[in-house]
């Protein structure tokens, strides 16, 4: 099987941005950590990040014809894009989501979430360790699913 990962906007930033809340890890040792989970598996991922929101739209779109799950970090999006929620919903493919911090113990602004409404499983403020237990949980999902 294999695993769309979407990181969002400003997540290319990671590693500088802000550490005291999104940690040292940058995105590519979070492509990384993604693809070794995925493997160990039986399962490859590919990675996209965008600044976008119709680019990542567009990503899970295209995941109808390429991949069998989706791990999504929208990013801001998150709290703000119905349009990303319903291109989720639209494909149909199981979605966890996951957020690096725990954004019920940030700003109310963050605690409301778009996606949780369409995605299967919800991981927050496990810091990068999130997406490989995303990516472990979709890869149960998967291989259950394939039996
Ligand atoms: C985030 C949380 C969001 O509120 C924030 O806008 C981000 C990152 C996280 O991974 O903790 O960009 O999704």
Redesign the pocket.
């Known amino acids: 099987p294999s695993i769309l990962v979407i990181n969002?906007?400003?997540?290319n930033l990671l590693g500088t941005r802000e550490p005291a809340?999104?940690g040292t890890a940058t995105l590519d040792d979070v492509v990384r950590l993604a693809s070794d989970a995925a493997r160990e598996r039986g399962c490859t991922t590919t990675a996209m990040q965008s600044n976008h929101e119709g680019e990542i739209i567009d990503a899970i779109h295209a995941a109808r014809t390429t991949a069998d799950g989706i791990v999504i970090?929208?990013?801001?999006?998150?709290?703000t894009s119905i349009a990303i929620r319903d291109a989720l919903a639209g494909v149909g493919l199981p979605v966890v989501e996951?957020?690096?911090?725990?954004?019920h113990r940030?700003?109310e602004?963050?605690h409301h979430s778009f996606l949780s409404g369409v995605a299967d499983a919800v991981i927050?403020?496990a810091g990068v360790d999130?997406y490989r237990l995303a990516v472990d949980h979709l890869a149960t999902r998967l291989t259950a699913a394939a039996d």
Do not use: C, D
């Open positions: 969002g906007p400003n997540l809340v999104y970090n929208a990013g801001a999006y998150t709290h996951v957020h690096i911090s725990n954004v940030r700003e602004f963050r927050v403020g999130g």
